[in-house]
């Protein structure tokens, strides 16, 4: 058993990329992962068994996307009831923080990750039918041949490849917000948005907006936000000076740092409520071609749960 936990410990990092980037939930994902240890144990804890696997990692991989595929097509009710809109749980780190998330090398995965990245990613892959979602991860994320991808929704090869393509043309829609930016772009882009916030003029905001942005915000009903997306700069820009207002209004402190959301440059801040409860939000953006394309607003507490706290020095407006 002590062999068996040594070899999935070695795979652990990789499969909750593979479930994260599935379920769009770090709870649900590690919760996949921790099945996947159970039954990897249960079936293959005889030396006999073990042996016939020849290729540990395939194994694990179609076990934790089986799992996956049953989840979404739960979760799809679930947040159907969803109590306005549904943003994943971000994954938050310090900026320079490595990847260690276990994606396929350029070009597999160059159809989604080029434009698509982080929160963006995820939000967009919430379109999709359960099936659609793991082909397009499993080939176009993390190189799954088809031929797997096919034995783990119990169907042929060909009908993989056409879940994957209409997939992929959903991904790649002219209505889907695009992320472009390396991460220098992304640094001067979200300097001059909140430099603009910070002035309070819309004229400056609208500058760094793309013209059909788009914010979307979750606070599981905990909190008010938007409950339909808000569409188009002028409104986006309107409707953030009047969050970031109200929070200056009411805030004993707001407190703000630059963080990795997903892999993206976004922003961990902390204010207080009006009715004096505690706040913590994590935005994330998409930018394209100079501009903020999407911004993904998520301040639902239970999916915050886990974030580090802001440091003194961490105080609005954040430091680059």
């Not at 892959?125 to 096919?150: C, G, K």
């Not at 013209?211 to 309107?238: I, K, L, Q, Y």
């Not at 409860?277 to 999407?294: E, Y």
Request: charged share 25%; glycine share 8%; aromatic share 6%.
């Amino acid at each position: 058993m002590r062999d068996l936990a040594t070899e999935f410990e070695a795979e652990r990092s990789r499969l909750l990329a593979v479930a994260h980037r599935m379920l769009g939930s770090r709870s649900e994902a590690e919760d996949a992962v921790q099945e996947t240890w159970l039954r990897y144990a249960g079936a293959l804890a005889s030396p006999a068994a073990r042996a016939e696997i020849r290729e540990l990692s395939a194994w694990l991989t179609t076990t934790c996307a089986r799992i996956c595929l049953d989840v979404l097509r739960s979760a799809r009710v679930r947040r159907e009831a969803y109590p306005g809109q549904w943003l994943p749980e971000p994954v938050v780190s310090p900026l320079g923080t490595p990847p260690t998330d276990g994606y396929a090398p350029d070009p597999a995965e160059r159809a989604v990750r080029t434009d698509q990245v982080g929160t963006a990613l995820l939000v967009v892959l919430e379109r999709l039918a359960p099936e659609q979602r793991v082909a397009l991860v499993l080939h176009d994320v993390f190189a799954v041949p088809f031929a797997r991808v096919a034995d783990v929704l119990g169907t042929t090869e060909v009908a993989a490849r056409q879940l994957a393509s209409r997939a992929r043309r959903a991904v790649t829609a002219p209505d889907v917000p695009r992320h472009t930016a390396d991460p220098a772009e992304q640094r001067r882009v979200l300097r001059a948005f909140v430099a603009a916030t910070e002035s309070g003029e819309l004229d400056q905001l609208l500058q760094v907006l793309a013209p059909d942005v788009v914010f979307v915000g979750d606070s599981g009903g905990h909190f008010p936000t938007a409950r339909r997306p808000v569409v188009g700069a002028n409104a986006v820009g309107r409707f953030a000076l009047g969050v970031l207002g109200q929070a200056g209004r009411y805030a004993q402190r707001l407190g703000a740092r630059p963080v990795l959301v997903d892999g993206v440059l976004g922003l961990q801040t902390e204010t207080v409520h009006s009715d004096g409860r505690p706040m913590r939000l994590v935005t994330a953006f998409a930018v394209d071609q100079g501009r903020i394309t999407a911004i993904y607003n998520q301040s639902n507490p239970e999916k915050l749960a886990g974030l580090p706290p802001l440091g003194e020095d961490d105080r609005w407006p954040p430091r680059w």
